[in-house]
């Protein structure tokens, strides 16, 4: 069994992500019947074909007897598209692997259907690449019901997100500002508090490195009861802005769900990511910690609610690297 | 050219580390004319023979001939033991690698003398190994004539070193707390602010995972202009401790150099760290980051007199790796 068809149908799928919520960024390939590459694809836009439909247009008649590499089990369910189970039973495919079964109970159940009629299936190639890469949100999101967070900071080793004067810039490397930019590009939403609009005034747009915008943006959340002052970067028309009058985060993940959005990022400030923190809301932590020391001014996370060190919250470290000079850590809660 | 005896001389040198300050741990090995093993040693107490003499006991006759591998350039002066260079010479050795040059002018000149009597020297061999492992404070302090701090705190990944309550046993892993106490046996002296002992009471000893005494215990050194409460555990006779009644960064490390101590370890709290910091006298950190998050209480460091960010303090990660479920991260200053 050849990994490779799937690491290709993986690749594409990140292609994808920031285009297709609320549906997944799913990415296919076709070989033929002598396992020669036939056809790959991704889920189109919202309305638009499912990756198993443009992997078999670009195929044609070399699907027959061929196998599909699909990062997720195939649906069976008529949405705004026709099932892709279906697709792949009309185009005469004989062999199907998925990464990952579908958890969504309406549209579970096309590896059955596959079955049913005679088609090889084959579950878990990759599933763990698959899981906590390119489906990571949106299986968190089937699961749930709610978007999948991860919260972002970048502050000093001593845990300080700026001076003492409230200066911040820049803390991190370079690289991981460019690495930021580019994770936003591929999100649906970014969230602040209206703190960090008044101190940073950040624009909260994805950039490449010489300033331009890239070409996805993601929508730009800002939390707060008071107003947003009329200059601010965030209502400079470069991004859809909206202003969600209310720190409670279960009344913006609502709002949030409400706009089909499924992969979020939280990126400040101390006060909105402990209200975040507390309700237990954060589904990753996405920290750079950079090699350097400030002793005093604001630290990353405000007041979660925890008063002694039993109720302290627990992560597990999920991967460790550098990201040019800082250190990049990925973690998750422990249930 | 092998080098798996000077790799020896390295392990042999951990295992002198705090038991020869102010001398360097050096390691030594010999092999005899043919290449094979003659003898090793190590760096005896102050007042005991250097680790080329300890090995050339071991070696006897077999040293004729023979290589020997030092992680420290040989010395020529008369201190309390006769130099060793030329007890390598008296030997009759015929070749001498060694990875690092004595940086003390006094005792520098080994490899010449040698070289003058026709003995083959080559400098370098693992240089970095020795240089950032057993010599990293010997070398810092014979640069400087200031005994190597290292700086380790366990935090959260948010910078918290205790709950809002004070409470913090605790914080990083099971893993991460025997590590600590098995540096505490290879140090000279550990340093706490007064603030810290009332707060945690801590032993400060250096314990095997029963509890029990490790054979060797650092100094015990607390500084703050208060007295000491009657019970702390630091008066408990189980190590000597020292008072310091100044939190000048410079008066600590006087006294700490006139006892003889080369390596260091700064263990707390905020204020004393952050003093150590504005001062720079903190060589290294060493700080062990649980994925955890409390979201309120003290944070590892206090004020160390950085007011806008042009004036934050850089460092460079100098390692990275997993600690049982924490983040060990080893960084150095940027000057």
Redesign the interface.
């Known amino acids: 069994m050849n990994p490779e068809p799937m690491r290709r149908a993986i690749a594409l799928s990140e292609t994808a992500r920031g285009t297709t919520s609320p549906n997944p960024p799913v990415g296919a390939v076709i070989l033929d019947a002598r396992g020669e590459f036939a056809g790959e694809g991704v889920t189109q836009p919202p309305g638009g074909p499912h990756a198993e439909v443009m992997a078999l247009r670009q195929a044609g008649e070399k699907a027959l007897g061929g196998t599909a590499y699909v990062t997720l089990e195939p649906c069976v369910h008529h949405g705004r598209t026709p099932p892709c189970a279906q697709a792949l039973l009309d185009a005469g495919v004989s062999a199907v692997y998925y990464a990952v079964p579908d958890p969504n109970p309406v549209a579970a159940g096309g590896a059955k259907t596959l079955e049913a009629a005679g088609v090889e299936t084959h579950e878990g190639l990759l599933r763990e690449d698959v899981e906590r890469g390119p489906l990571r949100a949106w299986l968190h999101y089937a699961r749930t019901g709610r978007p999948h967070v991860t919260w972002k900071y970048a502050?000093?080793?001593?845990?300080?997100v700026?001076?003492?004067?409230g200066?911040?810039?820049?803390?991190s490397s370079p690289e991981s500002r460019a690495e930021v930019h580019g994770i936003r590009a591929t999100l649906d939403a970014i969230v602040v508090g209206r703190g960090t609009v008044l101190a940073d005034d950040p624009a909260l747009t994805a950039r490449a490195a010489d300033g331009s915008l890239l070409p996805r943006q993601p929508l730009r959340v800002v939390v707060g009861t008071g107003e947003i002052p009329a200059g601010a970067r965030v209502l400079d028309g470069s991004a859809e802005t909206v202003h969600v009058r209310s720190h409670d985060p279960g009344e913006v993940l609502a709002l949030l769900t409400g706009r089909g959005a499924v992969d979020v990022l939280l990126e400040g400030g101390p006060r909105l990511a402990?209200a975040f923190?507390?309700a237990k809301r954060i589904d990753r932590?996405l920290?750079y910690?950079a090699?350097?020391?400030?002793?005093?001014?604001p630290?990353?996370?405000?007041?979660?609610?925890?008063?002694?060190?039993?109720?302290?919250?627990?992560?597990?470290?999920e991967g460790?690297t550098?990201s040019g000079?800082?250190?990049r850590?990925s973690?998750t809660p422990v249930h």
């Open positions: 502050s000093t080793l001593d845990g300080r700026a001076a003492a004067d200066t911040s810039r820049w803390i402990g923190a507390a932590i920290a910690l090699p350097a020391l400030l002793g005093s001014g630290v990353a996370l405000g007041d979660a609610g925890v008063a002694t060190i039993t109720g302290m919250h627990r992560w597990a470290v460790v550098m000079s800082d250190v850590v973690a």
